[in-house]
């Protein structure tokens, strides 16, 4: 039952190639950083300007934050709003950032919502495909919400250029590739919610999956724009 192990002597050329994959990257890493920061221009328009039309969904509703918010979480730029489609709404927020060393500011669903007195279930992460000019790929994280009466389903992930990622650690080491490539560096926050109390939790993924596959294309484009 307890027979020796076969193979062990090929986890150290294995541990080996990872280690020297891992110095390797930390160095480029240091090169990219030693070349400047790499921060992108801001946009000729604003977030707001170029996320207001969504194909299919009308926009009902904009959110001005307190600066508070704005200061805490170091944004570039926002857009806070609600769109309707039909008797569907959903609401999004994208903070926007100009430069990848801002990557990491905004605080994961996870965190802000428990903050605010929530409680989080049925966390989790998944992938879904877009078809614009050509068809993308989205690494989301999402979860559902709940406080007193209320229940959101909230589907979110992290900007990296024109690299959606599920988490922050994931985002920043993809910024890092596109900085040594000399690749954009404007990344983002990007949240999309719906309530859930005449829905079940596959009704209100499937309502934010389907605003989602409206909006990115909208949002890659922006983006990419100088």
Not at 14 to 23: A, D, E, G, R, T
Not at 208 to 219: A, D, I, L, R, T
């Amino acid at each position: 039952m307890f027979g020796p192990k076969v193979g062990v002597p090929m986890a150290r050329p294995i541990i080996l190639k990872y280690l020297v994959l891992s110095i390797l990257f930390l160095l480029a890493a240091f090169c990219v950083q030693a070349r400047g920061t790499g921060e992108t221009r801001s946009k000729s328009l604003s977030l707001s300007e170029g996320l207001e039309h969504i194909p299919g969904w009308e926009l009902v509703r904009q959110i001005e934050m307190d600066s508070r918010y704005v200061q805490g979480l170091d944004l570039d730029d926002y857009f806070f709003s609600s769109f309707r489609k039909g008797g569907q709404v959903v609401d999004l927020f994208v903070g926007f950032y100009h430069s990848a060393a801002k990557a990491g500011a905004p605080h994961s669903p996870l965190v802000c919502f428990s903050g605010q007195g929530w409680t989080i279930s049925h966390p989790g992460s998944g992938r879904m495909e877009c078809v614009g000019k050509s068809v993308q790929e989205i690494a989301f994280s999402d979860l559902t919400a709940s406080r007193d009466t209320d229940k959101e389903y909230v589907l979110y992930w992290f900007q990296a250029y024109d690299q959606p990622m599920a988490g922050p650690f994931s985002q920043k080491l993809m910024l890092l590739k596109k900085k040594l490539f000399r690749e954009g560096q404007s990344n983002a926050f990007v949240r999309v919610s719906t309530g859930m109390k005449d829905l079940t939790s596959e009704e209100a993924r499937e309502r934010v999956s389907g605003f989602v596959e409206s909006f990115y294309p909208e949002f890659l484009a922006y983006v990419k724009s100088e």
